[in-house]
């Protein structure tokens, strides 16, 4: 479980250094919204009390009971705005942590559950059918835009942060995410001209402790030397950091 360890996360900054714009809360269920008559009243106060208890969950960085209330709540009321939304921004506050979380800290207190990509494409999802239902709302382009940037797919962040623009041309969170990204990307390129990427823990294997040899990155994101990786799950077909269930063998699994 991640709830006892999202207080350690700046809730503003990816494992980049990138900072997230419009995440910080979500939106209340509102009583006026009732429906208008597509939810029997009482389905639609179970709604309701689903969604205030995600809130609950989400403003104490519980974002995994959160998404649950907020899956329950859209089982029951598909589409729904302002559960997808808010389901959307909880599934980036977890990618966010786990991008975040150094790999030292892996080893020390290993997690459970979904990689930061899965994370990402699972509110990357929600945003979309948000944007579907709501093209004029300027969060819906935002969380698609912050999906984005999560999964490293910059130009297409951009674009919908453009978009957003578009429809609300003064929007300070579209507006600072634009500016973020531009410096973020201009970094990139210039690292990437100069050619003085900078050596950092990501190239160091966490078993062996050296630098990676013929590296494998397993699909919750974490990477090892190939031998350390396969003589760990000697002792299991988990994860040596994250405890990630591993359906992979050395024949099957390619060095990166």
């Known amino acids: 479980m991640y709830c006892t360890v999202f ?33 029997p009243w009482d389905r ?26 907020y899956s329950r709540a859209n089982n029951i009321k598909p589409g729904d705005p302002i559960v997808l939304g808010n389901r959307s921004s909880a599934y980036i506050r977890i990618s966010q942590f786990l991008k975040h979380r150094p790999p030292s800290a892996s080893e020390y207190r290993p997690l459970n559950g979904l990689d930061p990509t899965t994370h990402a494409e ?36 951009r674009d919908a942060i453009l978009s957003g623009l578009q429809v609300d041309p003064f929007s300070n ?15 990139l390129i210039g690292r ?20 990676l040899y013929e590296p494998i990155t397993t699909p919750c994101g974490h990477s090892f030397c190939r031998s350390c990786l396969f003589q ?18 050395p024949r099957t699994c390619a060095v990166r």
């Not at 969170?173 to 970094?187: D, K, V």
């Not at 990437?192 to 630098?211: A, Q």
């Not at 760990?232 to 063998?249: E, H, Q």
């Open 44 to 69: 639609y106060t179970h709604v309701f009390d689903l969604v205030q208890k995600g809130n609950r969950a989400f403003r104490e960085s519980n974002f995994e009971e959160a998404i649950s209330n």
């Open 232 to 249: 760990s799950m000697d002792r299991g077909n988990k994860c040596p950091l994250c405890r990630a269930v591993l359906f992979i063998t």
């Open 122 to 157: 699972l509110a990357l999802k929600d945003a979309e059918k948000l944007l579907n239902l709501q093209s004029n709302s300027m969060k819906s382009h935002l969380l698609k835009a912050n999906a984005l940037i999560l999964l490293e797919r910059y130009d297409m962040a």
């Open 192 to 211: 990437r001209i100069h050619g003085t990427p900078e050596r950092t823990d990501d190239f160091d294997c966490t078993l062996c402790l050296k630098l």
């Open 7 to 39: 207080s350690q996360m700046s809730a503003e900054t990816t494992a980049s250094g990138f900072p997230l714009v419009g995440i910080d809360d979500v939106d209340d269920y509102i009583w006026a919204n009732e429906g208008e008559g597509s939810l």
């Open 173 to 187: 969170p579209l507006q600072a995410s634009l500016q973020n990204l531009e410096r973020t990307t201009a970094s």
